[in-house]
């Protein structure tokens, strides 16, 4: 019995970051609290796969780990980046009916998750964009305009001025809205995207899947945490090229 509850306090662990993260964007009055909230839903994203992992390696898998992990998921990855960028909006606007835009994204990954749990299709692929996979790139905007900002180079290349200019076109309101709208679209299309789940490790089965983590992680080694949107755009335009090839 105790065995079959570990996937699930996992994935209640990733609803907890989810919960942590919306605290911590109405409980500070600096950049940190945004820095803090990005660090939760990674930390929230960690715990989402190590559900998933413990419960194949339990064999455990269950209808009500699959219904929990979605409600985890519409929570970290759906409703705390969406009242991120609405923060951020805030900033820049008076206006409800801009910085409230953003919205759509956790009613279009509630939708999305729900059609997951009934869509057979997507058993070792997705269709339309994985929450996570929007999350990620939401959440790299408050933490490297913190990066930016206080001059914090990590590794690799440092161009200050680079740097700057990108975190301002992120953060620039036209971006996040047409943005969010855009990646809203893309978690209830029907474009087929690539997963990262591994069945077996042969080059010949996973090309896509293994050089699409080299490509990761060069980007990350060239350009640290600035690669993160990059990463999010590759994995998109990767899964839209590899369909238009098998077409």
């Not at 994985?130 to 939401?138: E, F, G, Y």
């Not at 305009?145 to 990108?166: C, T």
């Not at 995207?193 to 080694?221: D, G, V």
């Amino acid at each position: 019995m105790i065995k079959k509850q570990i996937p699930n306090c996992i994935t209640l662990a990733n609803l907890l970051c989810g919960v942590l993260s919306i605290y911590c964007l109405f409980n500070g009055s600096e950049k940190v609290p945004f820095v803090v909230s990005s660090v939760l839903i990674i930390t929230g994203a960690i715990f989402d796969f190590f559900d998933g992992f413990a419960a194949r390696l339990l064999r455990v898998s269950s209808s009500i780990g699959k219904e929990l992990d979605s409600l985890a998921d519409v929570v970290t990855f759906g409703l705390a980046p969406s009242l991120m960028m609405v923060e951020i909006l805030k900033n820049s606007t008076s206006n409800p009916l801009i910085y409230m835009i953003p919205l759509c994204m956790v009613l279009m990954s509630a939708y999305r998750l729900a059609k997951f749990n009934t869509d057979e299709r997507q058993t070792s692929s997705f269709i339309g964009l994985p929450t996570p996979a929007n999350a990620l790139l939401w959440l790299s905007i408050p933490l490297l305009q913190y990066l930016a900002v206080e001059k914090i180079h990590l590794w690799g290349l440092y161009n200050e001025q680079m740097y700057l200019s990108f975190v301002n076109v992120l953060t620039n309101p036209y971006f996040i809205c047409i943005g969010s709208v855009f990646m809203a679209i893309l978690l209830v299309s029907e474009v087929p995207m690539f997963s990262l789940k591994f069945k077996n490790f042969t080059w010949k089965e996973n090309k896509i899947k293994f050089s699409f983590l080299l490509l990761s992680i060069a980007l990350l080694f060239v350009f640290n945490c600035f690669a993160i949107p990059l990463i999010v755009l590759a994995y998109i335009l990767v899964s839209i090229i590899t369909n238009l090839i098998k077409k």
